[in-house]
């Protein structure tokens, strides 16, 4: 495997975790009764797990890998000149650094009180989806649009990511509209789901328009170039997902009503976890590459 294609695999593993522990940790602590979102928290338990051992140890490779993506090679991963320019001039290097103090702090997270864990755990996983905009093409602007850049991608990344990570304790909740004891928070939870992801959708579709034109400066219609063609592609299952979305919500969870099959939304919501998956390879990709 060459040093760019570990890269991008490091980072799309690294996003993925970061999204979930971001996305579902903020749905169960602030969205969802206190009650059921302690009962999902439990069933979450092995993919909380496998999510903090994948931000640890893609934290940890990714220096590495841009010592050897910037260099010449693997030989460079683990050369101390070229690790030490890069932390000490880059934005590449001061987004490691933030990014791995923050996976520090949330390794230690884990040992507070279960009421506060989650909590904690969806603020850091926030700053961790934050830090991704201090280099990168949230970066490629100078002078006073920079820093605008900068908060229009991070609300792009919390939004995105808050209505992508929610969607596995979702898929758990379904089945728990069946069953006598939790159905009423199920219910409350879903429908509460459903409100904050009109917002969440809303502010996605709004910061990428900007993002296109603050990096681009026009539509990606320029499928010679490789990112724009990629983008364009990112574009068009963004909406697939919406469409997918509206349809959850105003024609399948309707339904329940007189059809006691869960099985349908079931589908059509793992369709938005693999759809949504997709977007973020798409962009571990394309964001290596230059934009024009």
């Known amino acids: 495997m060459t040093p760019d294609a570990a890269l991008i695999l490091c ?18 602590c602030w969205v969802v009764p206190a009650d059921l979102a302690a009962q999902v928290s439990r069933r979450l338990r092995n993919w ?6 994948l931000v640890i140890g893609t934290t940890a490779s990714l220096l590495p890998l841009r010592a050897a993506t910037i260099g010449e090679g693997w030989s460079d991963a683990v050369g ?32 507070a009180p279960v009421p506060f864990r989650h909590r904690a755990q969806a603020i850091i996983a926030g700053l961790l989806l934050i830090s991704l905009t201090i280099s990168g093409h949230a970066a490629m602007n100078s002078g006073w649009l920079r820093a605008p850049q900068r908060l229009n991608d991070g609300l ?10 929610a969607l596995v ?10 069953d006598a004891r939790w159905q009423n928070d199920a219910r409350a939870a879903l429908m509460r789901f459903s409100t904050a992801g009109h917002v969440a959708v809303a502010v996605v579709i709004a ?31 963004v909406f697939v997902l919406v469409a997918l ?18 099985q349908l939304l079931k589908w059509a919501t793992a369709a ?7 977007v973020l390879g798409l962009v571990s990709v394309f964001g290596t590459m230059p934009p024009t």
């Not at 792009?156 to 990570?165: K, N, T, V």
């Open 11 to 28: 980072r799309f593993l690294f996003d993925a975790a970061a999204v979930f522990l971001w996305g579902a940790s903020a749905y169960l």
């Open 48 to 53: 909380y797990i496998l999510a903090l051992l």
């Open 80 to 111: 101390p000149e070229m690790i030490r320019t890069i932390l000490s001039g880059t934005n590449v290097g001061r987004a490691w650094i933030a990014q791995a103090g923050a996976t520090v702090v949330l390794a230690i997270s884990c040992l």
């Open 156 to 165: 792009h990344l919390l939004s995105g990511g808050a209505w992508l990570g």
């Open 169 to 178: 304790p979702v898929i758990v909740i379904l089945p728990m509209l069946r």
């Open 207 to 237: 910061t990428g328009i900007i993002n296109t034109f603050l990096i681009i400066g026009s539509p990606p219609l320029n499928w010679r170039l490789d990112y724009q063609f990629l983008l364009s592609i990112k574009i068009l299952i």
């Open 245 to 262: 979305a509206i349809t959850n919500r105003y024609i399948l969870v309707p339904r329940l009503a007189s059809s006691p099959s869960l």
């Open 272 to 278: 938005e976890m693999v759809l949504g998956l997709a």
